[in-house]
């Protein structure tokens, strides 16, 4: 196994920990609260939820540093930007395991021409102050004429298969596991669907790429799981722990769904666990 001096890590709140530093209020108080119930900064403990994010767990058990670039509610439009920008422009890549952590697919991002001048999220939040609320009627006539999401996570598939070779050509480590995606089941979809929206050259050529990704075995599972969420769901059953455990808060609101489905501690270190031992045994980039 190579000797990796850093953990490069990308994705959305799964990986930059979001629930976790909601814990300690909890053990003080015995009331749940995170940013959807108006927790104050003062209230937050990012120590611990930095100490307990799997990338920070998989990094100490590789002996690495850790980098984090993971932001709440973003896209993987936005890792894979970072994750090719580090590649291309960092010389820590060279010596990176890279972890890319796949999220939903309706997520985006876009470059907001100045005066933003910069890329930001998308669908967007509702805050009235937030300028892409101001276009929202933009979004929706986009969404509506030229977003579908098979054609996007087929565009992904390419990608990932494309990053794939360039880190097996350039010895660089590449983990990439699915979060909330939900990829395998895309696996199953037969040609006769797809041919119910698109032209037969586009499908036949869907079909390819799909059947390639498939054939490459690129996405790591995660305790014997194809995507987290799955891997949440089987936990929880086996080990009915509340709070800190498969999930951050399973405590049940008013609608009966549990307050905070972002992993506990118990199952940021299943997922640290999963990618280790998949390392180990020497299957990465192999």
């Excluded at 930095?50 to 590789?62: G, N, T």
């Excluded at 090719?84 to 060279?94: G, P, V, Y």
């Excluded at 098979?150 to 596991?177: A, Q, R, T, W």
């Amino acid at each position: 196994m190579k000797k990796y001096k850093y953990v490069y890590a990308n994705g959305c709140s799964y990986t930059h920990g979001e629930g976790l530093n909601y814990i300690s209020h909890y053990n003080k108080t015995g009331e749940w609260k995170n940013s959807d119930m108006g927790i104050s900064d003062d209230e937050r403990d990012e120590k611990y939820r930095k100490k307990w994010r799997y990338s920070k767990l998989l990094a100490d058990k590789l002996g690495c540093k850790e980098i984090n670039k993971a932001c709440n509610g973003t896209s993987m439009d936005r890792a894979y930007r970072l994750i090719t920008d580090f590649i291309l422009t960092d010389e820590r890549a060279k010596d990176s395991l890279i972890v890319w952590q796949l999220t939903y697919i309706e997520r985006g991002e876009q470059f907001r021409n100045l005066p933003v001048g910069n890329f930001e999220s998308y669908p967007p939040g509702y805050d009235s102050d937030y300028y892409l609320y101001k276009e929202i009627k933009w979004l929706k006539a986009y969404d509506k004429y030229y977003f579908h999401p098979v054609v996007k996570l087929i565009d992904f598939m390419k990608k990932i298969l494309f990053l794939d070779s360039y880190c097996k050509e350039n010895d660089i480590g590449l983990v990439i596991f699915d979060g909330l995606l939900g990829i395998d089941h895309f696996g199953h979809t037969e040609s006769e669907q797809l041919e119910e929206h698109f032209h037969p050259e586009d499908v036949s050529n869907f079909r390819g790429v799909i059947d390639k990704f498939y054939e490459r075995d690129i996405i790591y599972p995660i305790c014997g799981e194809s995507f987290v969420v799955a891997a949440q769901e089987k936990r929880h059953k086996k080990y009915l722990k509340i709070v800190n455990g498969a999930y951050a808060c399973a405590e049940l609101d008013n609608k009966g769904k549990y307050k905070d489905t972002h992993p506990g501690k118990d199952m940021m270190i299943d997922i640290a666990e999963s990618i280790y031992n998949k390392i180990v045994k020497g299957d990465i980039n192999d």
